[in-house]
């Protein structure tokens, strides 16, 4: 073990939570902590014939964590490897990669693209890779339309103030509903549709507000349904454009978070009478079809109608 390895017991008890780890037949796991491979404490133990490898350790806020099959560590064999990448070689590549915080779904990507590119394009064996961050979880409030009761606006409001995480507000009568509550005057951001860059219809992307306390003050139904949109094309939040819309803004806080809570008033605009479908309105179509998007990957949804 050199310089660039550390025992998982030399570190402080400032831990997360505990892992289990049973491996049979495999590479190691990779655990990088404070951008140092640690050599995890490992048991073996043998089962109906069969040796398997046990580690009971401690998880740190920030450790990463990789688990790849045998395909990874023989690509490049016989050629810019003699021996194959290696399980040594794979782990300070991926030491390396992880001084930049970028998240799991980046770290597994480069680690795949480099095994692809040592097999030249096509794998001669079974190549697996899955990368592991920890982190705190990510957690964010959207309230969306003023209650059925307009006793219950100041209700609405303070569940969202004071709301851990991530503060949305998508819809501007509850933007002046909010304002009106907490006090604060409501600044629209106006810009002509062609300077709303970042999108293939930039006259359709509403306005940005800004409430103090609040992350994202938005238009209500156009923002929904183009988040919703967006969240049909889209699997993770790289594959967002980096504009700064409301729209693609929503969509990268709904991917963003891990868990999402929707404050929504039942309230119907007169206004808006002629977008209930199907005997719902318009946005509560929309925010079904967040929430479906959201749920299938694995999101942790709560929904609370006032």
């Known amino acids: ?24 037949d495999t590479p190691p796991l990779i655990l990088i902590r404070d951008n140092q491979v640690v050599e995890l404490p490992v ?7 069969r040796t398997i490898c046990e580690s009971r350790f401690a998880l740190k806020d920030g450790d990463y964590m990789v688990m790849i099959s045998d395909g990874y560590i023989h690509a490049g064999v016989g050629g810019l490897y003699r021996l194959g990448w290696g399980w040594k070689n794979i782990a300070l590549a991926a030491r390396r990669w992880v001084a930049t915080r970028g998240d799991a779904y980046q770290l597994t990507r480069a680690l795949s693209k480099t095994c692809l590119k040592l097999y030249n394009g096509s794998p001669g064996d079974d190549a697996t890779v899955v990368g592991m961050w920890v982190r705190q979880a990510c957690a964010a409030t959207v309230l969306t339309g003023p209650p059925s009761d307009p006793k219950l606006d100041s209700l609405a409001v303070s569940r969202l103030i004071s709301a851990k995480g991530i503060k949305v507000i998508c819809g501007g009568t509850t933007a002046q509903m909010a304002a009106r509550e907490l006090g604060q005057k409501l600044v629209v951001k106006w810009r002509a549709p062609g300077q709303r860059s970042g999108s293939s219809s930039p006259s359709k992307i509403p306005p940005i507000a800004c409430l103090e306390g609040v992350d994202v003050v938005t238009e209500g139904v156009l923002s929904l349904s183009s988040a919703a949109e967006r969240l049909r094309t889209t699997e993770t939040i790289h594959d967002l454009p980096p504009a700064q819309d409301a729209c693609t803004r929503l969509a990268r806080i709904l991917l963003k978070a891990d868990e999402i809570h929707f404050i929504v008033g039942d309230a ?11 005997g719902k309105p318009m946005r509560q179509i ?18 609370e109608h006032l």
């Open 268 to 278: 119907i605009n007169p206004q808006q009478l002629a977008d209930v479908v199907r």
């Open 43 to 49: 048991t073996e133990r043998v089962i109906a014939g």
């Open 1 to 24: 073990v050199d310089n660039s390895y550390r025992c998982l017991a030399s570190y402080p008890s400032v831990y997360f939570a505990v892992a289990y780890l049973v491996e049979y």
């Open 286 to 303: 929309y925010l079904e079809e967040i929430m479906e998007q959201l749920k299938r990957r694995n999101k942790l949804i709560s929904v």
